[in-house]
């Protein structure tokens, strides 16, 4: 079982930026898809962003220009840069590998991320 650490979170004023990070545990993290998600209060766990093995990402329509999702594969780490943040953007976050699309190991305890003036 891999152990997954996210960091990075905080409070910060709408337009603000913070960078997310994600280490993972195990072997073979280059070989792997990654992604980032979010789960605000009451609402579901979506994905907001994923890079492949390639480097190649996608992200979705509400985070897109403003989120940058990144790795390193000798740190073993992925990473969010958030920018231009807005009250919506409030959640906890989250990584993952993805295998199939769809998240593969055990969650962790992810990292809050409160956008308000």
């Known amino acids: 079982q891999v152990q997954l650490v996210e960091s990075g979170g905080g409070l910060v004023q709408p337009g603000g930026s913070l960078r997310l990070s994600c280490a993972a545990s195990g072997r073979f993290f280059s070989l792997h898809n990654w992604g980032w998600y979010r789960q605000a209060p009451g609402n579901q766990r979506d994905l907001v962003a994923r890079?492949?093995?390639?480097?190649?990402?996608n992200y979705a329509d509400s985070v897109t220009g403003r989120f940058t999702i990144s790795r390193d594969n000798a740190k073993n780490t992925v990473y969010l840069q958030m920018n231009d943040l807005k009250p919506e953007d409030t959640a906890v976050y989250y990584c993952?590998?993805?295998?199939?699309?769809?998240?593969?190991?055990?969650w962790g305890k992810g990292t809050l991320v409160t956008v308000s003036s």
């Open positions: 890079i492949r093995n390639d480097d190649g990402t």
């Open positions: 993952n590998r993805l295998s199939a699309g769809r998240p593969f190991w055990d």
